[in-house]
């Protein structure tokens, strides 16, 4: 067996392929029904970090060009993206601000609290492992600053409207991809210890643990993102999707697995949970969709990252120094090896949403 403790170097690499004053109460608007929510409150990775990783010593940042370049300003904000990202998107649609700003950002005003921050890590996971080589924020680290958080909105508009504040918030977490895609299939520690059955019911285990936690903080309207086909993404089709660059199927069944353990279990909860609105955020079925059918989205490219020439470039990887950066990112369904571009979060969160809306009230 591999040691750890030697080899931990070359698995970051790795893994870096792969990963890579009042209150506002608004109002969204779905086309025939007005829904109030006073906040957003992300936890989870790349697909919710706002930034977080700016602030945190890990080689897992997105903090500089090309990234961010449909950004407002073109600026790179730390948004494994070519701009806003699902946190932003869910905030906007439910009508609350077009930006959700990371809890590190030591600019954050009182309205920012207010209106909801990110927690999110990217590289983060539930599994100790994924955090360790990833040197990101783990769940537990994300549940501290929440409750940092929550002292803070109690010293700003007192303990009764904080408590109304969090009730009545929506709470999205998106976490998992790290642990099975890099993890488990990536790094071969994992899989001395277990079968990805037993993987994923211990990464559903600590899925229930920390949705429980935030529950007993306050937090009822909680959503949970599925996995998405991370067999299709572009950097799996390349190293494992042979000469076509298929999607890697083995994979993608890790990711379905995940996923009918999650749905399971958020039904459980909400059933031992009171006045709970928990949530599933189909998101396997849709990016499939996406991807196979681009065209149909009016997307070129289905396949390939719009940032480099290998479609291996994520992090660091994508920079300056990148060979290639496409002219037209709408043309693009991913932006690096690993995550979606703008235009095809902004179809995803959509097509999401409108399934769902109703099971937060």
């Known amino acids: 067996m591999m040691n750890l403790s030697t080899s931990k170097s070359f698995y970051v690499c790795s893994f870096l392929v792969l990963f890579y004053p009042f209150v506002v109460t608004a109002t969204f608007k779905s086309g025939y029904k007005n829904y109030s929510f006073p906040a957003l409150i992300a ?20 903090d500089f060009k090309p990234y961010g370049k449909d950004f407002i ?8 993206s070519n701009g806003k990202i699902p946190s932003d998107f869910l905030a906007e649609y439910f009508g609350i601000k077009e930006l959700v700003p990371p809890y590190l950002d030591p600019n954050l005003t009182t309205e920012d609290l207010l209106t909801g921050v990110c927690f999110a890590s990217s590289g983060s996971g539930y599994d100790p492992l994924t955090i360790e080589i ?7 680290d ?27 918030s929506i709470l999205i977490i998106s976490m998992g991809s790290n642990d099975v895609s890099g993890t488990y299939y990536l790094s071969p520690f994992r899989k001395y210890d277990y079968d990805i059955e037993k993987y994923t019911t211990m990464l559903i ?48 069944e890790g990711a379905l697995i995940f996923n009918s353990k999650l749905s399971s279990s958020l039904v459980d909860l909400g059933k031992k949970l009171q006045d709970s609105r928990l949530v599933y955020l189909e998101n ?45 990112t709408s043309k693009y369904v991913f932006w690096d090896s690993y995550h979606p571009t703008e235009k095809a979060y902004r179809i995803l969160v959509k ?11």
């Open 43 to 62: 936890f989870g990775d790349s697909v919710l970090d706002t930034g977080n990783n700016n602030y945190i010593p890990t080689i897992v940042k997105s």
């Open 73 to 80: 300003g073109g600026k790179a904000t730390g948004r494994f």
């Open 134 to 140: 990833a040197s990101a924020l783990s769940s537990e």
């Open 142 to 168: 994300q549940l501290e600053m929440f409750k940092e958080y929550i002292t803070k909105l109690k010293e700003a508009v007192g303990e009764n409207r904080t408590t109304e504040i969090i009730e009545n």
């Open 205 to 252: 285990s600590a899925s229930s643990k920390f949705v429980e936690e935030l529950y007993q903080l306050g937090a009822r309207r909680i959503g949970v993102f599925s996995l998405s086909p991370l067999g299709c993404m572009p950097l799996q089709r390349t190293v494992k999707g042979g000469i076509w660059r298929d999607c890697v199927e083995i994979v993608n």
């Open 284 to 328: 396997y079925i849709e990016l499939h969709d996406i991807i196979i059918n681009h065209t149909h989205y009016g997307f070129e490219n289905g396949d390939g990252s719009c940032c480099g020439i290998a479609n291996i470039e994520v992090g660091p990887l994508c920079s300056s120094f990148a060979l290639k950066v496409c002219t037209n």
């Open 351 to 361: 097509q999401v949403l409108d399934n769902k809306i109703d099971e937060f009230l």
